[in-house]
């Protein structure tokens, strides 16, 4: 594979700021919890979708980097399937993988 194409996103999550206009994705300024967690319905009753429920799972960066991960793959080969765009997509173009920041020194990442 002769190149590599690299885009870093952040998102602030983990506190919910509740007039915050810069949302960028779902994930940003949510609340990520297992939907199995004693406080996951009063949380999601009050927030709405500002909390993201993963099911029976902690939302790790690892859990989050698969769920990117899917999520970008799923998006990618639909548009590849569009007939007419205006960006058609080469047919190598693949996603390889999805690295998430937890904090400055530590990430998790996954690849397919």
Known sequence: MPY?????FEVESGHL????????EKLDHSICM??????????QKAYGEHVIGFDHE????????????ERIRENL????????TRYPLDQGVRLVRVRVWETP?????YEA
Not at 17 to 24: A, E, F, Q, R
Not at 77 to 82: D, P, S, V
Not at 105 to 109: R, T
């Open 34 to 43: 297992n939907k199995q967690d004693p406080m996951y319905q009063t949380l």
């Open 77 to 84: 080969n639909a548009y590849a399937q569009q007939p007419q």
């Open 58 to 69: 902690d939302p790790t960066t690892e859990v989050v980097a698969r769920t990117l991960f």
């Open 105 to 109: 020194h530590g990430w998790g990442e």
């Open 17 to 24: 700021l509740s007039k915050h206009p810069d949302v960028i």
């Open 4 to 8: 590599r194409i690299c885009k870093v």
